[in-house]
């Protein structure tokens, strides 16, 4: 059971979230708003075409890692939680946007998407968190640094850069 892609990234998350989707599948889902509102209690959560991934906090940039397989992975170890959703993507690529800010670039060179298996078009998306105690050392930060000056506190939060951490792996899901 190979890995067959992976991408890592560290970004804030605009609005507390992010969603995976095929890019060609444009336009809201009925389902948006009850998924990103599930996402909320589970961490993620998924329409038929979308899946939202919410994250504790939204004042200091997250870890993310993406991994494409051709058959289910191992369960990693050491994450906090573990949540799966399935997701279609019909053209077999998957990308990832920050909610307020677009698709993201995986790679230095600009891609922005993940192939998936051939003749892949319905995936379970495995989702790891840890380090989900950042929201309350970013309350303590703020509490203890509320009047340093603007560059003082921005430093104090930067220390917990990518502290709150995420696995997504992707593999192709049995079909109906």
């Known amino acids: 059971m190979p890995r067959l892609a992976h991408a890592t990234l560290q970004r804030l998350a605009e609005y507390g979230s992010f969603f995976l989707h095929d890019p060609d599948v444009l336009g809201e889902d009925p389902d948006d708003s009850t998924a990103l509102a ?9 329409t038929t075409h ?9 004042a200091v940039s997250v870890h993310i890692t993406l991994e494409v397989w051709d058959t289910e992975p191992a ?5 906090d939680e573990r949540h799966e959703v399935t997701l279609t993507c019909p053209t077999g690529r998957l ?3 920050n909610t307020g800010d677009g698709p993201i670039p995986l790679d230095p060179h600009g891609q922005r998407e993940l192939t998936l298996p051939p003749g892949t078009t319905r995936i379970n ?8 105690d950042t929201r309350a050392e ?14 003082e506190f921005r430093a104090h939060l930067r220390t917990l850069d990518g502290r709150e951490r995420y696995l997504l ?7 109906y």
């Open 75 to 79: 369960a990693a170890t050491d994450w």
């Open 95 to 97: 990308l990832i946007e």
């Open 138 to 151: 970013v309350e303590r930060i703020t509490m203890q640094h509320s009047t340093a000056s603007f560059d």
């Open 125 to 132: 998306l495995r989702a790891y968190a840890r380090g989900n």
């Open 50 to 58: 979308r899946a939202y991934l919410q994250t504790t906090q939204r």
């Open 169 to 175: 792996q992707a593999w192709p899901a049995e079909l």
């Open 38 to 46: 599930a996402s909320r209690k589970t961490m993620i959560a998924a």
